[in-house]
């Protein structure tokens, strides 16, 4: 392993590109007592998430003995080659995690248990996610955005997020709604300007009003919760999500968190491939 | 220029809560000259407000030479009737509370009449006049041509606690309550759907429709409880989400999004009833973002705007046949909404 003299900081091998790449970039800047970009071979690679490839990529990656991997975003794929390759680095206990600009910020995370147990039947899950209208490749672009919207909602929705269905599908945007279980409404919309995503949850006791901006690396999450005694926010942390993976991925190579199959990753991709079948 | 005098058919929550506090607003240019209603008490409690003549006779209010334009705030059913009696009575004015109608055929009939009356109708739908939402689409750019999706939210808490604040709401002693009925469950969900598609959904859809004026199809309809909606459709292929919920008790949140090939819309729109000014209305575009909020709310003006018409010193701004297509539409999308569900529910789609 190549490490650091002091025995903590992991050398990264960046071979993502594009604005996925910047987002890393600062990131691993940040972190500067923990991971160090380095120009040649390695502790930590750094891959694309190229829709349909990336599991490929990822094997590929364990083959020339990464000591961890980081996905700089999630992308469609064959579910199966997906869970072939993340079982495979599992059971070599070498971490991988795929990087999502929503859910993995650290505020999310410390409020989704309670906004989950707040999802009422007669409720609604309203949310709305973009992505940039001048990405090149926009049916990834399309693809990563419904996996990092789909990462925040469907483990608020639990079981009812079997009822999604696609009923609006297009180069501009997509629509799924669930027919029975809260009323759920996922949009994507291809933007011009903002990258973001919205998220309401609301019912006639409370409305929690989540709102995800991923235009700027450490832009906080706003997470409100509303009821008759008023608004109330939880504190602003100005730390991205990929920061918080990167926190993650040097917790599982320093054994301080357990390495694990990313199963509910695989449960949005499986849902996201059904919907966006893979050409 | 004189005072234009403003007959008001309903003294119900509407006239108390919205329209006479609006048009106190407003008196160097209006003035509440009459109140019609089929309580007594209601007329002359709500008359009694503004000295205003009170009556329960709509041929006096229509033959009440201080009525120069009519504010309808009466039941939905009667609208088209009482709009083809001021028409006839040689009104100078109309505004007309929404929904217009309830059918295609009635707002047909009121298209006729104001035009061979030469009549001007202003339809209050408050965010169609909403000044920040006008300000916004003017410089909208392509946003309408190039629109991707548009989508309407509207969580707002129960009525009441709005009027509360906007009023001292006099109700009649002797209302009738209805006796509660065994609706079953999925007809009091489709209508819900339809009631809250013209009752509510209504705000949005002269705004949805100056960016995605037709459908093409509804793909998605649910009734929420305790009131509300969850609605999908597309005009052309690009999807427009209606979802609405009411009676919760939180902070109101009523917003319009819309995307296009090079700009984003974003209004948040105060809720009914309170005085709270206009929209916020942001246009954005790679270069920045423009925000417009303005101290006047649509209702002032819409009645502003009337006044303006029947004072010759503007041309209508919204068509009665704007008007008449909008309520087409809403028509168009109950029944194609409450049909989708019914399928739905029984199996069928």
């Given amino acids: 392993m190549n490490v650091d003299a002091n025995g903590s900081i992991y050398s990264v091998a960046l071979r993502a590109t594009g604005r996925l790449a910047d987002v890393q970039r600062a990131a691993i800047a940040s972190l500067p007592g923990r991971f160090r970009l380095a120009a040649g071979a390695a502790d930590v690679v750094v891959l694309n998430p190229t829709p349909g490839t990336w599991p490929s990529d990822l094997e590929r990656a364990l083959d020339q003995g990464a000591q961890a991997v980081l996905v700089a975003g999630r992308a469609l794929a064959a579910t199966g080659a997906a869970r072939a390759s993340l079982e495979r680095a599992a059971a070599a206990r070498i971490p991988v995690l795929l990087d999502t600009p929503y859910a993995g910020a650290v505020s999310w995370r410390s409020v989704s248990a309670t906004v989950a147990a707040d999802v009422d039947p007669e409720g609604v899950v309203d949310s709305v996610v973009t992505w940039p209208a001048d990405d090149p490749d926009q049916a990834g672009a399309r693809g990563r955005a419904l996996l990092d919207q789909l990462a925040v909602i469907r483990p608020l929705l639990g079981d009812s997020a079997a009822w999604l269905r696609l009923v609006n599908s297009s180069a501009g945007g997509y629509e799924l709604v669930a027919d029975d279980g809260p009323v759920a409404t996922l949009t994507g919309v291809r933007a011009p300007v903002l990258t973001r995503l919205d998220v309401d949850v609301v019912t006639s006791r409370q409305h929690w009003r989540i709102r995800f901006d991923s235009g700027a690396p450490a832009r906080p999450v706003v997470i409100e919760r509303m009821d008759s005694d008023g608004i109330a926010s939880r504190p602003l942390r100005y730390e991205g999500a990929a920061r918080a993976t990167w926190a993650r991925l040097h917790d599982q190579l320093t054994g301080q968190e357990p390495i694990q199959v990313e199963e509910v990753f695989l449960g949005d991709l499986e849902l996201a491939t059904s919907l966006f079948p893979l050409r | ?349």
């Fill in chain 2, 1 to 349: 220029m004189t005072r234009l005098g403003v007959g008001i058919i309903g003294a119900g929550a509407v006239t108390q809560a919205i329209h006479l506090p609006a048009l106190a607003t407003l008196s160097d240019r209006l003035r509440v000259t009459h109140v019609f209603d089929v309580d007594a008490s209601s007329a002359n409690a709500v008359a009694a407000r503004v000295e205003a003549r009170a009556g329960t006779s709509l041929e006096a209010l229509f033959a009440d030479p201080a009525v120069d334009v009519v504010a309808i705030c009466s039941p939905h059913q009667f609208h088209a009737d009482q709009i083809e009696a001021a028409c006839a009575a040689g009104k100078r004015g109309i505004l007309c509370e929404k929904p217009l109608a309830m059918t295609v055929a009635e707002a047909d009939r009121i298209a006729a009449a104001t035009a061979s009356a030469s009549v001007p109708l202003v339809v209050g739908a408050m965010h169609a006049w909403d000044p920040a939402f006008r300000a916004a689409a003017d410089a909208w750019g392509d946003l309408a041509e190039t629109v991707r999706a548009v989508r309407s939210t509207i969580y707002l808490p129960p009525n009441a606690d709005m009027i509360e604040l906007a009023t001292n709401l006099f109700t009649p002693q002797a209302t009738a309550s209805v006796a509660a009925g065994q609706t079953p469950l999925l007809d009091a969900e489709l209508g819900t759907i339809r009631r809250l598609v013209f009752g509510l959904a209504t705000h949005a859809t002269p705004l949805i429709r100056r960016l995605c004026p037709g459908m093409s199809g509804v793909q998605h309809a649910r009734g929420l409880k305790p009131l509300g909606y969850s609605i999908s459709y597309e005009d052309g292929g690009r999807p427009v989400t209606l979802v609405a919920l009411m009676g919760g008790k939180w902070e109101p949140q009523w917003t319009l999004d819309a995307w296009g090939a090079t700009t984003e819309l974003h209004a948040e729109f105060p809720p009914s009833y309170v005085t709270t000014g206009s929209s916020i209305a942001t246009v954005r575009d790679r270069t920045g973002a423009r925000t417009w909020r303005f101290d006047r709310n649509g209702y002032q003006a819409e009645w502003t705007h009337l006044a303006d018409v029947v004072d010759k010193r503007a041309e209508l701004a919204i068509p009665v046949a704007t008007v008449v297509d909008d309520l087409r539409h809403a028509a168009a999308l109950a029944d194609a909404a409450v049909a989708l569900r019914r399928r739905v529910a029984e199996g069928k789609a």
